[in-house]
């Protein structure tokens, strides 16, 4: 009952006891099913049929870069199950790499005036 199909995808729904970090996350997919990844988002509908079954405001999608690589640029952020990354749901002013030593290397989705928007993030 917590998988659900969105077009060619399977998507599972789960929630976690405690904060579970990007990697954390990434380890519980693939505990549910040897392929499974975080979500890859690659519209404006997957993102909204991600936000519809959701019963969170904030979640990790599968989005991430290299540690030195450039928050600015589009090419460094890569999906974690290796397919393009020709969508993207910016809030206003991220990515930003807020100040970290590490930076902000991995993606979240968050709930920004009820519309699903990405927000870059520390991963731990």
Known sequence: PNWRRFQESCYYFGTSATYLSWAGAASE??????????????????????????????????????????????????????TAMNYTAWAYGQPNNAGIFYGERCVRSVERAGEIKWDDHRCW
Do not use: M
Request: glycine share 8%.
């Open 29 to 82: 997919c693939k505990k549910e099913h040897i392929n499974s990844t975080l979500p890859s988002v690659h519209s404006a509908e997957e993102g909204k049929f991600l936000q519809d079954n959701i019963s969170s405001d904030q979640f990790w999608v599968g989005a991430s870069r290299n540690l030195g690589a450039d928050y600015t640029s589009p090419s460094s952020w890569t999906w974690s199950d290796g």
